[in-house]
Nanobody, 123 residues
Framework: VQLQASGGGLVQAGDSLRLSCAVS????????IGWFRQAPGKEREFVAA????????YYADSVKGRFTISGDGSESTVYLLMSSLKPEDTAVYYC?????????????????WGQGTLVTVSS
């Protein structure tokens, strides 16, 4: 599975931004996809995750109600729509895919990672 994240940029607090993660690979539909972020000087943390089939989604408490993860199977792309952005959302955002056993999708033990895309939120 290969992943390519894009869509980062510089925005102001309160703005919205949509990140994209292009996913490829023979069996990518069976892999849950997660978004993670890493702020300067901090550890990488879970943001959101989803299953392609069934559409179940999961969010970190810090982004619940502001961020939405979704997938477009026809375009093999997972999106992260970020609204009401705050300066503390500033980070490099990564998308990742997981092989079985699935375990807790909030954990960092994903098997495939895309390169990050930088999101900077100014106050």
């Amino acid at each position: 599975v290969q992943l390519q994240a894009s869509g980062g940029g510089l925005v102001q607090a309160g703005d919205s931004l949509r990140l994209s993660c292009a996913v490829s690979g023979r069996t990518f539909y069976s892999n849950p996809i997660g978004w993670f972020r890493q702020a300067p000087g901090k550890e990488r943390e879970f943001v959101a995750a989803m299953w392609w089939s069934g559409g179940s989604t999961y969010y970190a408490d810090s982004v619940k109600g502001r961020f939405t993860i979704s997938g477009d199977g026809s375009e093999s792309t997972v999106y992260l729509l970020m609204s009401s952005l705050k300066p503390e959302d500033t980070a490099v955002y990564y998308c990742a895919a997981k092989r079985p056993p699935w375990g807790d999708l909030r954990r960092l033990d994903y098997d495939y990672w895309g390169q990050g895309t930088l999101v900077t939120v100014s106050s």
